[in-house]
């Protein structure tokens, strides 16, 4: 079954095909430059910049896999959550699509496809998935804990309060000049930097998290130390970035340790776009490997926002002769699990 998948719940669109749920034929992303200026995502410009390049990314996408909109078995869109406008985008040109084509279509939680796209190299290798797992889905816009009871099922176990720990890299690299978005750009950063160099506040809520504190003391050491932002050959600003990562770190690490001694866990997926940090793949191995069980991380194609763990997350529905109404809303707060 080929699935056709429309990913634009935020700043990139993702128009991908994926057969019987794992196979990727093409996967293609269109991420949107327009926003570094302005040091976050504009939701007016993402959803005009979707409405734009969906059309060509399809022509595009069908070409590149040699396949044409009759090939097409079913049609899966991200649903929510997301910034309405940019949901809106894809969810009418899916819908669109579907219905001059005649294709069954389904809405797909953009959260429950990001831990789909950890477990696509599991499924396609045919390697068995023991549940209960822990899954720590972290991103930009998101950042929780949830308990993955099967192929549909989601307990929600943690969240953050206030923000999401990508959104915590963009903010911190706002404040320093560094760049948009900011995670990548920390990343290759901290590298250079010490990260002991700032003793950084480590919060612990139990199970949920909050970066707020975090941010606002790296605000007061850049400000303490006169750390002139923008220059990142500077070895302050390195070693800054650097404590700020270790800590961020520290804290997912932590609080999903706390979940799995809670919860009995036979394995563990990290996924979302922060997902494709290496020290955090680093520290996510180390921990899946002292507690002995498997770690199901997303390839760094499928960490960040993309069309194929949409489609990959819908085959199911679509395989079982499920389909939406064609009047169904998109939403853009939608809890997993509820």
Not at 101 to 123: D, E, F, S, T
Not at 154 to 175: I, N
Not at 310 to 315: Q, R
Not at 318 to 331: E, K, N, V
């Amino acid at each position: 079954m080929n699935v056709l998948g429309i990913e634009t719940s935020c700043d990139d669109t993702g128009v991908a095909v994926v057969r019987d749920g794992h196979e990727i034929l093409v996967n293609l992303v269109a991420s949107q430059e327009d926003h570094a200026r302005f040091g976050g995502v504009v939701p007016e410009i993402a959803a005009r910049k979707h409405v734009e390049v969906l059309p060509a990314l399809l022509e595009a996408a069908l070409g590149d896999a040699g396949l044409d909109l009759s090939d097409l078995d079913g049609i899966a869109v991200t649903r929510g959550p997301g910034l309405i406008g940019a949901l809106l985008a894809g969810w009418c040109f899916g819908r669109g699509v579907a219905e001059a084509r005649g294709l069954p279509y389904v809405g797909v939680h953009h959260l429950a496809a990001h831990v789909h796209g950890a477990l696509m190299p599991a499924i396609g290798e045919a390697r068995p998935i023991a549940y209960p797992l822990m899954a720590l889905v972290v991103s930009g816009g998101h950042t929780a804990l949830y308990r993955v009871t099967g192929n549909a099922g989601f307990l929600p176990v943690g969240k953050t309060r206030d923000d999401a720990a990508g959104e915590a890299y963009d903010k911190v690299s706002k404040l320093l000049e560094l760049g948009y978005p900011g995670g990548p750009v920390i990343d290759e950063l901290a590298v250079n930097g010490d990260p002991q160099a700032w003793d950084l506040p480590r919060s612990d809520l139990g199970l949920d998290f909050t970066f707020s504190g975090l941010k606002s003391a790296v605000r007061r050491a850049a400000i303490e130390a006169s750390i002139e932002p923008g220059d990142p050959a500077n070895q302050r600003i390195l070693d800054l970035v650097a404590s700020f990562q270790a800590a961020v770190i520290d804290m997912l690490a932590a609080t999903t340790e706390r979940a799995l001694n809670r919860f009995t866990s036979r394995g563990l997926v990290l996924c979302g776009g922060v997902a494709a940090n290496r020290s955090l793949r680093a520290r996510f191995e180390s921990l899946a490997s002292r507690r002995n069980m498997p770690l199901y991380v997303s390839p760094p194609r499928l960490a960040t926002d993309n069309g194929a763990m949409i489609a990959g997350a819908g085959y199911r529905r679509l395989a079982a002769g499920d389909r939406d109404p064609l009047d169904l809303a998109a939403r853009a707060t939608w809890p997993l699990g509820s």
